[in-house]
């Protein structure tokens, strides 16, 4: 569904991403992982025609995304940090993408409820704790029924109840034939929720492959060793 | 695009500093009126503050507008929008509605006090320096990332316009008094809005007869349909250039 060939990007003399290939599929989720640095969330970025990279090609479903913006009906977008206009409300910022994306067929609003975020709809976005913020970007990101889920460390500011209704709804969409990428450090959520582990280190794909693959050919119960194993053998 | 334009609209009115801006305007223009005897005595005062506190307010307003709704932007690019179609809004948004304060607070006083030619050239002057002013704005704060040092870029265009570029026309002249300037000053004129804004709302005075030989070239130039027109040319040129050139900085940035 979406593949990235040969990706180059780099801020100044910072190189994030050297020469990236891969390709991810429909219908899985795909969790990336990698050292803080090592390009995750620029190469999500990079997907999404936020950040410009400097070489290669990013197609979706065939077709370069390049200067494209059309594309982006189809995916929706979890942010590592949520950032908000200030002073607009709760209902506004939810109304406002909704007006943007009007052609949007279904609207799938389960989130909103099961994070009783009508409750709040008259709160100023300035006023929200951080984990009320991520709820909002998680119900924001599942709202059109994209194909293609893009969530920067989703749980990261939760709590473990709202942690707990954004796995089942990613194994929810997941079921439906989405591809859905998460970035997380944390590895029990990985297991728990992922198909395939793609690791970048120094903006480079250490591995990709996916976690049954990898207790295997490691001999390893639990995928947090599985990993360190395979880190620390290659140094 | 309307949506967009629609929410930025919004944030603007919300925030009073448009209003404000209204009021001043308006109490300016009423003032001046009022105190000088004649319309055409308020039109030239006027005038003067216009061309110094519009710029000053467009491109300040702009430039702090621009990094306020960085995250508003934000939100954006990442829906199916294009990022031209976010830049625009936010530039009409700002222009447009810093137009309309200026519409009220000058336009309306002008029609009741000093209706006329010059006082439509006067309205129409104010807009177009919106217009450049916040397209500069923009400009400023797509060339860097740092707040403050856009507003600083800022400061210095405007410094740079109202002020300084005076100082070097009048140096030019001084220096090279001897030979023939008459059409450099021309030139130099057509270099910086607020001066060619200035010209042609005074050469629609009965002062310019106090301007000498320039005024007189100025006047048979400025005094056709056809000079007023090549104006006009030039002050979209103005407008045009900096929003481009931004529009295009902003689409090939990292966000």
């Known amino acids: 569904m979406i593949a990235i060939e040969n990706l180059s990007k780099t801020y100044g003399n910072l190189t994030v991403l050297k020469d990236l290939t891969v390709r991810f599929s429909g219908g899985r989720v795909v969790s990336i992982i990698g050292p803080n640095g090592s390009g995750k969330t620029t190469m999500s970025k990079c997907i999404l025609g936020m950040v410009l990279p400097d070489s290669g090609d990013i197609k979706f479903n065939g077709e370069s995304v390049l200067k494209q913006y059309a594309y982006r009906s189809q995916i929706g977008y979890m942010p590592q940090i949520g950032k908000y206009p200030e002073n607009m409300k709760i209902r506004q910022v939810i109304e406002m993408i909704r007006d943007i994306r009007k052609d949007a067929a279904v609207i799938d609003e389960e989130l909103i409820g099961l994070y009783g975020l009508q409750n709040m709809y008259d709160k100023r976005m300035g006023s929200l704790s951080g984990g009320t913020k991520q709820k909002v970007s998680a119900a924001l990101a599942f709202m059109f029924d994209p194909q293609v889920l893009i969530l920067d460390e989703p749980t990261a500011g939760l709590d473990p109840i709202s942690a707990e209704i954004l796995k089942c709804k990613i194994l929810k969409e997941k079921k439906r034939g989405k591809l859905i990428l998460i970035t997380s450090h944390i590895m029990s959520e990985v297991e728990e929720v992922a198909d395939e582990v793609m690791c970048l280190v120094d903006g480079t794909l250490k591995f990709h492959e996916t976690i049954s693959s990898i207790k295997q050919h490691t001999n390893e119960e639990r995928l947090s060793r599985a990993i360190a194993k395979i880190m620390n053998e290659e140094d | ?255």
């Open chain 2, 1 to 255: 695009m309307n949506k967009i334009i629609k929410y930025v609209l919004y944030d603007i009115v919300r925030n009073k500093i448009i209003v404000a801006y209204t009021l001043f305007l308006l109490l300016l223009s009423i003032g001046l009126f009022n105190l000088g005897g004649s319309p055409d005595k308020g039109l030239l005062s006027l005038l003067n503050l216009v061309l110094l506190t519009v710029p000053l307010i467009s491109i300040v307003f702009g430039t702090t507008h621009f990094y306020n709704s960085y995250e508003f932007m934000e939100l954006l690019v990442s829906q199916p929008i294009r990022r031209s179609k976010i830049f625009m809004s936010e530039y009409l948004g700002v222009s447009l509605s810093l137009s309309a304060a200026f519409m009220i607070g000058v336009g309306i006083p002008v029609l009741l006090f000093a209706p006329g030619a010059t006082g439509l050239y006067l309205v129409l002057t104010g807009i177009f320096i919106t217009f450049i002013f916040v397209a500069l704005a923009f400009l400023a704060s797509v060339i860097t990332r740092d707040k403050a040092k856009g507003i600083g870029i800022a400061l210095l265009l405007w410094f740079y316009f109202a002020l300084i570029y005076d100082g070097i026309v009048l140096f030019i002249l001084y220096s090279f008094g001897d030979y023939p300037l008459e059409y450099a000053t021309l030139v130099l004129t057509a270099l910086n809005p607020v001066d060619l804004g200035r010209v042609m709302v005074l050469l629609n005075l009965d002062v310019s007869a106090m301007m000498g030989y320039t005024g007189a070239l100025y006047k048979s130039i400025f005094g056709s349909l056809w000079g007023i027109g090549i104006a006009f040319v030039v002050m979209v040129l103005w407008v045009l250039v900096p929003v481009l050139a931004s529009r295009r900085a902003f689409t090939k940035r990292d966000l």
